[in-house]
């Protein structure tokens, strides 16, 4: 996914903004939707882009941050989802050279008690 967004630690980042690359890599269980071809049965993408497009829209210092805020929403919102790994990149960053992006991956596992499926 891509994002104009104003996330940075410098008060120009924050006032002018910069282009984002999100990436996320969710795992659950597909097995119901395999053999109902259900949209209920399974994660909605809609619903992942829409969690993204929201958080990216709140500023923050740093990348972990939003990669944090990121997985956070997506446990809070997405039931069924049971593990995820998201990737936050900064296109260009200002590091004072030449520099394709600055890039942050964080990864959490939802906890599940032994009864639950």
């Given at each position: 996914m891509?994002?104009?967004?104003?996330?940075?630690?410098?008060?120009?980042?924050?006032?002018?903004?910069?282009y984002f690359e999100v990436d996320v890599d969710v795992h659950l269980n597909l097995q119901q939707a395999a053999t109902t071809d259900?949209?209920?049965?399974?994660?909605?993408?809609?619903?992942?882009?829409?969690?993204?497009?929201k958080?990216?829209?709140?500023?923050s210092n740093l990348l972990e941050h939003v990669a944090g805020r990121l997985l956070h929403a997506l446990f809070e919102q997405c039931e069924t989802v049971d593990?995820?790994?998201?990737?936050?990149?900064?296109?260009?960053p200002p590091l004072g050279g030449k520099v394709g992006y600055s890039a942050v991956t964080l990864k959490k596992r939802r906890e599940r008690k032994i009864n639950e499926s």
């Open positions: 891509e994002f104009f967004a104003h996330h940075g630690c410098f008060d120009e980042e924050r006032t002018t903004g910069t259900n949209l209920n049965d399974t994660l909605n993408y809609q619903s992942v882009y829409n969690i993204v497009r958080e990216m829209q709140q500023p593990r995820a790994i998201v990737t936050v990149r900064k296109r260009n």
